[in-house]
């Protein structure tokens, strides 16, 4: 079986830094040998790597992750089960592919939204929908990593008729040590959904870099999830995915 992800992928080195929305279809791929238990995941620039269970790493709560060495650094994979209000989703799941090149300094992120994706038949035509959402975000500041608390927020909505998106971020999060807690504020953003979809991107105003990119999964679009990279170009970075259920 074949998944399909879509979502952001950043790259940074010594001397550069890039980042690009990836669209369903146009981002990783992961195929899955239950038999076997077997992971290979391939890129849209033909990158390929194969993850078995004797490359699992540090136990998740709330997945699996694995991590294959190579001549110059590491390649691994992160596979995270999706929840909301404490209820699990069925059809969504998130993905982070990561190769790193220590001698060069250099690391490629891939970070996507994957699952059950909705076909195109059974995408909804007309009406609206809002999502009960829920957001995990890392911020990248001047002062450190902080990552996003219980009461950040998110909400979501879409008009399937005219394939508009709605969709906001209330990013409070807290530092590694978890004493240090900061309102990053509010950010807005708006979308659109393709022609009979699923896929769906957008960005949030007053940011800029990659925006967000996912998609609908699950009959009648029943969930939703993406990824997003943006910066406010003074104090932060952040990164990170939107997971949500139809109400």
């Not at 990659?210 to 406010?232: C, H, I, R, V, W």
């Amino acid at each position: 079986t074949t998944f399909n992800t879509a979502g952001v992928r950043w790259q940074e080195g010594p001397t550069f830094f890039e980042t690009a929305a990836l669209p369903l279809g146009d981002s990783l791929t992961v195929q899955v040998d239950p038999a076997s238990d077997t992971y290979i995941v391939k890129t849209s620039d033909g990158l390929s790597a194969t993850f078995t269970l004797a490359n699992l790493g540090e136990p998740m709560v709330d997945g699996v992750n694995f991590r294959v060495p190579t001549d110059n650094g590491a390649r691994t994979l992160s596979l995270r089960f999706t929840v909301v209000d404490n209820v699990p989703l069925n059809y969504t799941m998130i993905g982070q592919f990561v190769e790193a090149d220590y001698a060069s300094g250099q690391r490629k992120v891939w970070l996507g939204i994957g699952g059950a994706e909705t076909l195109t038949t059974d995408m909804p035509k007309t009406g609206s929908a809002t999502y009960r959402a829920v957001t995990s975000d890392e911020l990248d500041t001047k002062g450190g990593l902080y990552f996003t608390k219980s009461d950040a927020t998110a909400t979501f909505g879409v008009v399937f008729g005219t394939g508009f998106i709605t969709t906001s971020l209330h990013l409070i999060a807290a530092g590694l040590d978890g004493k240090v807690t900061r309102d990053f504020g509010i950010f807005n953003g708006t979308g659109r959904l393709p022609a009979g979809g699923p896929g769906i991107s957008g960005a949030f105003a007053n940011t800029k870099g990659a925006g967000f990119s996912g998609a609908f999964f699950g009959p009648q679009a029943l969930e939703m999830g993406y990824a997003y990279y943006f910066t406010d170009e003074i104090s932060f970075y952040a990164r990170g995915t939107t997971v949500g259920r139809k109400n």
